[in-house]
């Protein structure tokens, strides 16, 4: 009877093994519950030793360095749309002229007056005012305004980009956790049998190579518990950065649970998610732009023109004549040379540009979200699986190979081979909770969805 039941623990473990190498991942609540982590994280900081994902979205809203980049480039480009829809400003032009190096005649008035405003200098004040013909100003600002949109629209890209990016480090700092404490769990447990192997080996009950393997295997699962702590490090840091906090990084601890797919979900967005997604409306802006700078090309062959007003006062040129006088002139390009076909020609093909630009983002985005829903798919078949067979059948096999090892009807590499099973295994199922969390964050980032957890 007893070889029967090793027979169905070694069938049960062969079972899970296979199951495991051909790529069936998901969760494993049962074998590992999300407790503090005392000697890597910091307590009683308020909001960051128990962070949710909302709470995360919330500081990387204020203090991502990133989306800060991207909030100035918006505010540079509404900057641009004042500058864009200035008139010229006058120009006001002094001169001096007529003036007589001889030292000996000087300037002397020739009608008998020798003060300084009627010396014969001949002296000047002109003003001089661009005026812009064909719409100039309107379409520049227009194409300024255009800028100004996509730059809004980038902004949001960006926060969609490194949301996304927020939200798959938090993850991966709850899986970091997560294997945290399952290689805590194996370290406690390998040392609970060590001393049990070395009891027994004083009692001549086991042989001294059972005891070195254990020892063995007890060493290893320390050296996988070190790599766990600095796994944990490194996803705190990468976290903090995205954050900006980090000064505070070795205080973070995430505490929201692994997320779930609500019924439908993959169904209600199929259809309007496109024309919502802030790169391909950026793109759309961009193609405004662009038209809009073509417009303003083919109005540079306008003329412009440029009036001017003189003031001219230069008195003594002959008796009893009017020192002061008033003009007016206005001047005229002439496009002998150059008809500005080179803008022309250049505005055309930025706006081909932005016609292929948008027809690109549109394609990615597309590209994208089925690139996130086939690996949403695939995470929740390997999840369901894990929950539904693999890791409970895995814990029972365990269970009976520390029963039947306990009562002498096992050796000490199957009571091993088992354990290493489990851990496996544990470590597979938190491992795909983790990928199933971030696929599901990155197709309603793609779908343009909000991908915190809904309380």
Not at 16 to 45: D, F, K, M, R
Not at 270 to 280: I, T
Not at 392 to 402: D, G, L, N, P, T
Not at 410 to 422: E, F, G, H, K, W
Request: aromatic letters at 6%; hydrophobic letters at 40%; one cysteine or more.
């Amino acid at each position: 009877m007893l070889r029967g039941q090793l027979g169905y623990v070694g069938g049960v473990l062969m079972m899970c093994a296979q199951c495991l190498y051909a790529g069936e991942p998901s969760v494993g609540a049962q074998a590992v519950t999300p407790i503090p982590v005392p000697n890597l994280l910091a307590q009683n900081q308020a909001g960051l030793t128990q962070l949710t994902l909302r709470q995360a979205e919330q500081l990387f809203a204020s203090g991502n360095r990133e989306l800060l980049a991207a909030k100035r480039a918006v505010e540079g480009a509404e900057a641009n749309t004042l500058i864009a829809g200035q008139r010229p400003n006058p120009v006001l032009s002094l001169g001096l002229s007529s003036v007589n190096v001889n030292r000996g005649q000087g300037n002397m008035n020739q009608n008998g007056a020798n003060g300084i405003w009627d010396k014969t200098y001949n002296s000047s004040l002109q003003v001089s005012q661009l005026y812009e013909r064909g719409n100039k100003r309107e379409l520049r600002t227009a194409v300024a305004e255009s800028a100004v949109k996509a730059s809004g629209f980038d902004l949001k890209e960006t926060y969609r980009q490194q949301a996304l990016t927020m939200a798959t480090a938090y993850y991966d700092l709850k899986l970091a956790q997560e294997i945290l404490l399952i290689q805590r769990e194996n370290v406690a447990s390998y040392d609970k049998t060590l001393q049990a192997a070395q009891l027994r080996l004083k009692a001549g009950d086991v042989a001294s190579a059972d005891v070195a393997r254990i020892r063995v295997d007890a060493l290893r699962a320390s050296n996988d518990l070190r790599q766990a702590e600095a796994s944990v490090q490194k996803a705190q840091a990468l976290l903090a950065y995205l954050l900006g906090k980090d000064q505070d990084a070795s205080k973070l601890y995430v505490s929201d649970p692994w997320p779930s797919l609500e019924p439908g979900q993959l169904a209600n967005a199929e259809n309007s998610w496109l024309p919502q997604r802030s790169d391909v409306q950026a793109a759309d802006a961009r193609m405004e732009q662009a038209q809009q700078a073509r417009k303003l090309a083919e109005s540079l062959k306008t003329r412009d023109l440029t009036w001017s007003l003189a003031y001219q006062h230069f008195p003594g040129q002959e008796p009893g004549s009017a020192p002061d006088t008033v003009g007016a002139a206005v001047s005229i390009p002439l496009f002998t040379n150059y008809q500005y076909e080179g803008e022309a020609a250049r505005a055309e093909v930025d706006y081909t540009s932005a016609m292929e630009a948008k027809e690109q983002v549109r394609a990615a985005a597309v590209a994208e979200m089925r690139r996130a829903k086939a690996d949403l798919q695939a995470a929740v078949d390997k999840n369901q699986r894990f929950d539904q067979s693999i890791l409970s059948e895995a814990q029972k096999a365990s269970e009976a190979a520390e029963f039947a090892y306990q009562h002498g009807a096992m050796s000490v590499m199957d009571l091993l081979d088992a354990r290493r099973i489990l851990r496996t295994l544990q470590l597979e199922s938190v491992t795909v909770k983790a990928d199933y969390a971030k696929s599901l964050s990155a197709w309603l980032a793609a779908t343009r969805q909000a991908f915190t957890n809904q309380e």
